[in-house]
């Protein structure tokens, strides 16, 4: 009988929180290790054929994240519109958990597209390691990752950037060099023109900017430490990008499957004072072939079913578009439970965007 775990933490959205750094293989089977132990001490588990009975947990990033956010109000719409019980299981980052999900230790995760493409292939910081058996299950709204300076900063346009203190390291989300150098890539800069402060993760990287160890921070609009740190600073101000073939065919250099993202301002949209385009990609729900194909149909039918709901709990989530979450997402295959609901509705194959 195998047991998906999950354990109260610190945060009542919060299933369970590790801050230590377990990037290495070694550090991957330490925190595995925590797993069953967690158990032991009172956690509550998932047993495959007990849905009714047990919560589905969600591994995501820290809380305060964008993608835990999303979990947050997945468990939460699921829960009250569908009768699913869902909990978070709170990691590092998702380079650590992507490996964990594809072991059927925690039945779902949340990440990019690009970073699931790398972890399936055994591409990049996954080489050696490839994540075979994770599947794709919905894709949910556009990442609209930002670059943010202080408002009345000297910092005007991505290319003043050069040489100012930017995060670099990010070692519990090592996706996150490549994302936030497709973000400054448009300015024709990357993280190597900047005085690297170095950062564990999304939450560190705010947080130093906050602190006034860095000149700028990378995050998703609309995400609740942007908010946290308008207010924190006195303002702050989303360099947006131009949009023309250069600065699309810059972003992709370092992520393939970025696209630009017309915004405009909005309660919702702290930092971003005027309409503009920002490099962005596709946030997936992804599950392993150990999670079962009735577990994986429900969730999906149920978020397809609830998408309303999920956009008055957490605004981006109003981004997700009912008729496009098959997608096709490179190297990766779709779980057989989703597909079975995809082609129940009309929307397979997946389509390519």
Same mark, same amino acid.
């Given at each position: 009988m195998h047991v998906y775990n999950s354990i109260s933490g610190e945060d009542s959205r919060t299933a369970c929180r590790f801050d230590g750094n377990f990037t290495t293989e070694e550090g991957i089977m330490n925190l595995r290790a925590l797993l069953p132990i967690a158990a032991a001490l009172g956690a509550v588990g998932y047993v495959a054929g007990a849905l009714a009975q047990q919560p589905i947990a969600i591994a995501t990033p820290p809380s305060g994240s964008i993608y835990n956010s999303t979990a947050a109000a997945i468990g939460k719409v699921l829960g009250e519109k569908a009768g699913l019980r869902m909990t978070l299981q709170a990691l590092g980052g998702s380079s650590q958990y992507l490996p964990i999900v594809n072991a059927g230790e925690v039945p779902f995760g949340i990440a990019n597209v690009y970073e699931t493409s790398l972890a399936v292939t055994g591409e990049d910081y996954f080489k050696g390691r490839p994540t075979k058996e994770l599947r794709t299950v919905a894709v949910l709204y556009p990442l609209r990752n930002t670059i943010f300076v202080k408002k009345d900063s000297k910092y005007k346009k991505l290319a003043d950037l050069k040489g100012a203190r930017g995060?670099?390291?990010?070692?519990?989300?090592?996706? =996150?060099?490549?994302v936030t150098n497709a973000a400054l890539a448009p300015g024709g800069i990357t993280l190597d023109d900047v005085e690297g402060v170095n950062v564990s993760n999304i939450i560190a990287n705010s947080n130093a900017f906050k602190e006034g160890r860095t000149d700028f921070f990378v995050f998703a609009l609309g995400s609740a430490p942007v908010r946290e740190a308008d207010a924190a600073v006195g303002g702050i101000r989303a360099l947006t990008v131009e949009n023309t073939p250069a600065s699309l065919a810059a972003a992709r250099k370092h992520v393939p499957v970025a696209y630009l993202y017309y915004d405009k301002p909005s309660t919702?949209?702290?930092? =971003?004072?005027?309409?503009?385009y920002i490099v962005s990609y596709g946030v997936n729900l992804v599950a392993s072939t150990k999670t079962p194909d009735d577990v994986v149909y429900k969730v999906v039918k149920a978020i397809h079913d609830n998408a309303a709901a999920l956009g008055e709990v957490f605004p981006p989530l109003r981004m997700l578009d009912t008729k496009t979450m098959a997608q096709e997402v490179p190297g990766v295959e779709y779980h057989s439970g989703a597909a079975k609901y995809y082609k129940e509705i009309g929307q397979w194959p997946p389509k390519k965007l």
């Open positions: 995060p670099v390291g990010f070692t519990n989300q090592k996706i =996150l060099t490549a919702g949209n702290a930092g =971003l004072l005027e309409p503009g």
